[in-house]
């Protein structure tokens, strides 16, 4: 046992070295990996994809395939997580709506995450009236409830998962580009801002090198948080038929359909609920051990 | 040696609820080539702005700045990117000065990298080299500031304002957020690097036993506005203003037997927004006489390059 762990010992000795000389990536990646809850939300995330990309390799069933007569059995051998009120696998429309789910939060996160750090960052950084103008067009879009604009946009551009996600990622804009804006408007009163300047760094320059870098423990915290709250959205908008049409599987809209069978039938709530619940979960670990490996002021 | 930066009537006034604020104030002075000037005043006087405008980090209100005789106080922003490899300046917070995220070699690196100077190699040897001059030991290239303590920190700000070779350094209060012991090699290591690269100091200060030894002239500064200027040796001998005179009696002197006259100042600083036309020193002052209600003092020559502003100067002083 104690030579296992000077084994250990002098590998994670050697890694550090080799770590040292080749480059920051690397040292984060090493920082990642050897964070164990962090590694398993990474785990969680990872096979939920591999589920839901290989979803023919994982089930002999057809999510669109109806079979009145088989409606609401129960989990069992045949059906490992019973089958919903057309008589579809469940199991089968879990894994393959995960497609549409994971790729619409996915994608809506990463566009209004985008957004808010373009504009965010341009507001806090220059100030003044460039500040003043992009504040009051996110209040105009803040001032909007964000289902009501997801709906608004959705029946203009039409449903689908493209429409979708954006009408979803419209909503994320302004809260992202605000925590942005604060953020890098605490950044910009440090000294090395000035530095920076003095030493004729251009403004762009200053802020990919020296502002963006020390915002990402915020933005990534911010951004695995909104993937939960995307896919609650995306449910929302399947639900009265704006998002995801009918026979689609999705998760969200899964869920909405199980939400009138609660009382007689578990399955259809319980097991979409889970799938969401542990896509939240892993995203939200594995958000938070990135941050952790970006920081080089947690180190070891 | 020639004169490397002439300021005249420089002003820098900053819009606020109450009006404007005068953080400069008709500020002129010259420092030659391979000389340092010491700036002094006490927290809020506008010597940090002073520093700041003189580097065209801030435009000024009003005044010309002239460097080697050319006027860059209205220079496109292109010609004021290429002062930046002239002109640098080190910062008073060894903390908030170094971005958190470079390692110690990056942030010594990153003026290079804004001019595209030297390829990678070229940038990597002159950071080795940048190291020895501050007294850095290579070990610490890759480490991060936290890792280090404030002295070694503040060798990075010095180290990445030599990289782009500068001729002229505004020190904005470069110790006075170290220990004392620490302070002392900050300031050897400075007035060697003058010695031996032949650079020219603004020193910003509010600790006058601090400029004592590395200035040439000293000037001293209340509410944006000159109050003394001379060399430093007259200043600790002779100080003639009323104010110079209590700053200089603060100092602690360690020694039990030593008695001298106090002069103790005594309420608060008056503010610097929309001030009257009077001294401005006149609230603290305790030879005050009508005459200083009547207008500001003019900034004048009373001995060889000693200049005071202040209206009773002759009587306070026995002249």
């Keep these: ?300 | 040696m020639g004169e490397l930066i002439r300021v005249e009537h420089l002003k820098k006034y900053f819009n606020t609820p109450g009006g404007k604020l005068h953080a400069v104030d008709d500020v002129s002075f010259v420092i030659n080539e391979g000389d340092t000037l010491g700036v002094v005043g006490e927290s809020g006087c506008g010597k940090s702005t002073l520093g700041r405008t003189v580097l065209k980090l801030i435009e000024p209100t009003d005044g010309k700045i002239f460097y080697k005789g050319r006027d860059i106080t209205d220079i496109t922003e292109k010609e004021n990117k290429q002062l930046r490899k002239k002109m640098q300046i080190i910062f008073q917070d060894p903390y908030s000065s170094l971005n958190p995220r470079k390692t110690v070699s990056e942030l010594i690196a990153d003026p290079l990298k804004a001019f595209h100077m030297l390829d990678k190699a070229g940038r990597a040897q002159k950071v080795a080299q940048l190291m020895d001059v501050v007294g850095l030991s290579q070990r610490f290239a890759n480490s991060y500031p936290h890792e280090l303590d404030g002295g070694r920190r503040q060798r990075i700000g010095v180290a990445r304002a030599l990289s782009l070779d500068p001729e002229f350094i505004v020190c904005d209060e470069p110790v006075s957020a170290l220990d004392v012991s620490i302070q002392a090699q900050i300031l050897n290591l400075l007035q060697d690097l003058q010695r031996d690269r032949g650079l020219t100091y603004i020193f910003v200060t509010h600790d006058l036993s601090v400029v004592r030894h590395i200035s040439t002239d000293i000037l001293v500064m209340y509410i944006g506005a000159m109050v003394e200027k001379c060399g430093a040796k007259d200043l600790f001998k002779a100080p003639l203003h009323p104010y110079t005179k209590g700053l200089l009696s603060a100092i602690p002197v360690p020694n039990i037997d030593h008695v001298r006259e106090k002069v103790k100042l005594q309420g608060e600083l008056t503010s610097p927004i929309e001030p009257k036309d009077e001294c401005r020193f006149i609230a603290r002052c305790p030879y005050a006489t009508e005459a200083c209600k009547q207008h500001m003092p003019e900034f004048q020559e009373v001995a060889p390059n000693h200049f005071v502003a202040c209206h009773n100067v002759k009587t306070i002083n026995n002249m």
């Excluded at chain 1, 801002?193 to 802020?207: L, P, Q, W």
């Design chain 1, 1 to 300: 046992m104690t030579r296992k762990k000077q084994r250990d010992e002098k590998l994670a000795a050697n890694l550090t070295e080799l770590t040292r000389k080749q480059g920051q990536w690397r040292e984060v990646l090493m920082r990642l990996v050897r964070n164990k809850v962090g590694m398993f939300g990474a785990i969680l995330c990872i096979a939920l994809v591999i589920l839901c990309i290989g979803a023919p390799l994982f089930t002999k069933w057809d999510p669109y395939e109806q079979a009145v007569i088989n409606k609401f059995i129960y989990p069992g051998r045949e059906h490992i997580f019973g089958t919903d009120d057309f008589g579809r696998d469940l199991w089968a429309r879990l894994i393959y709506g995960g497609r549409y789910s994971l790729l619409i939060a996915f994608g809506a996160t990463c566009f209004s995450t985008c957004m808010g750090v373009l504009l965010g960052s341009i507001a806090g950084y220059f100030g003044g009236r460039t500040d003043l103008l992009i504040t009051r067009f996110l209040d105009i879009l803040q001032a909007i409830p964000s289902l009501l604009l997801a709906i608004a946009i959705s029946s203009a551009l039409g449903s689908g998962p493209f429409n979708t996600m954006l009408a979803i990622s419209m909503g994320g804009i302004a809260g992202g580009a605000r925590m942005m804006r604060s953020v890098v408007m605490s950044i910009r009163g440090n000294e090395y801002i000035e530095a920076a300047k003095a030493t004729g760094s251009s403004n762009a320059r200053t802020i990919a090198t020296h502002v963006l870098p020390n915002t990402i423990a915020p933005l990534i915290i911010n951004a695995s948080l909104s993937i939960g709250g995307n896919i609650m959205s995306i449910s929302g908008l399947s639900f009265i038929g704006l998002g995801v049409q009918a026979p689609t599987p999705e998760w969200g809209s899964i869920l909405a359909v199980g939400k009138t069978y609660i009382r007689d039938f578990w399955p259809l709530v319980v097991f979409p609920s889970m799938f969401i619940a542990i896509t939240i979960f892993g995203f939200n670990l594995f958000g938070d051990a990135l941050r952790d490996a970006l920081d080089p002021k947690l180190k070891d």
